[in-house]
């Protein structure tokens, strides 16, 4: 069975969907999650909303230590060139040990677009922002202490054209399985219908 018909059979519960995708090795998984178009993407965001809570662990283990870089390898649902859907959120612990991570975006529109820093926080406290997900990252923040070595300069989302991408948005984070998540995009407190899945990679 492939993903797309697991996330297509409404009565496949999330849980069997997230023990697919751990049978899974790596390049399997981010293969099949690549093929999700915004429909299924949407699909799987909605089913998530029954999956364990997701925690900032899953984003950068506390095995890594402060700054070490953790990439998730993303497929988006963006209007977008085709060149520009595959990309990596890249993520660090801080080294001040508060609840939070930092990051940004890589891939083919880093050149044109800057590197969209954020700030990944729990939604707890925000009952509004809980009810699209256990993390948001958000890009009204950017780091405020050091990040990995091999990472850009550290500038704000108001600067450049990336102000027309990242200013001003957050995306909402739910646990699909071990090593996948699937985000919705909101731009202020409107959502954009725009989804994305993230992977986990463990070997980089």
Known sequence: MSLLALLDDHSIPITDIAAWLDA???????????G??????RALYTRASLAPALTLDHFAPKARSDRAEVRHGGRNT????????DFEKRFCRPTDGSARLFGY?????????????????????????ASRGE??????????????D??????????????????????????VS?????????????????????CRDDEA
């Open 150 to 175: 091999t990472w850009p300069r550290v500038v704000p989302n108001t600067e450049g054209l990336q102000r027309f991408v990242f200013h001003k948005t957050r995306d909402f984070m739910r646990r």
């Open 36 to 41: 999700l178009d915004r429909k299924r993407q």
């Open 135 to 148: 993390v948001v990252i958000d890009y009204y923040e950017v780091p405020d202490g050091p990040v990995a």
């Open 105 to 129: 975006n890589e891939g083919a529109s880093v050149k044109w677009f800057g590197p969209g820093y954020f700030v990944a926080k729990y939604t707890e406290g925000n009952p509004v922002w």
């Open 178 to 198: 071990a090593h996948v998540s699937v985000g919705a995009a909101y731009r202020g407190e409107r959502s954009l219908d725009h989804y994305f899945v993230l």
């Open 78 to 85: 963006l209007p977008v060139p085709a060149a520009f859907r």
């Open 24 to 34: 899974l090795g790596h390049a399997e998984r981010v293969r099949s999650l690549r």
